[in-house]
Nanobody, 128 residues
């Protein structure tokens, strides 16, 4: 019912920047669409568990960041375009991971926990 598609990943040198996009479409059984749901970004590095990176409320008013990305990454959304973004600056090799966007968090797990809908991920590689 809800589809999320990430884009914008690629290869970048340390200290560089990338902007990831998450395009949403469809609606849930309750009739809600992209603009009705909070969303988050997660990442999974090689050999590691998936970890929380950032989250934003449906309105865009509230944002949350993992300590590892705070001050370097900025989460945003444009509900008129049904798209969420993750601006990544000052990238480090340890930021190398597959990045996933997600929507509809369980209320008790917001903002870092379980989300219902997930994209397929986009690869970000930070290397010289």
């Amino acid at each position: 019912q809800v589809q999320l598609v990430e884009s914008g990943g690629g290869l970048v040198q340390p200290g560089g920047s990338l902007r990831l996009s998450c395009a949403g479409s469809g609606r849930t059984a309750s009739g809600r669409t992209f603009s009705n749901y909070a969303m988050g970004w997660f990442r999974q590095a090689p050999g590691k568990e998936r970890e929380f990176a950032a989250a934003i409320s449906a309105s865009g008013f509230s944002t949350y960041y993992a300590d590892s990305v705070k001050g370097r990454f900025t989460i945003s959304r444009d509900n008129t375009k049904n798209t969420g973004y993750l601006q990544m600056n000052s990238l480090k090799p340890e930021d190398t991971a597959v990045y996933y966007c997600a929507q509809d968090p369980l209320p008790e797990s917001w903002p870092r926990g379980t989300y219902r809908y997930w994209g397929q991920g986009t690869q970000v590689t930070v290397s010289s």
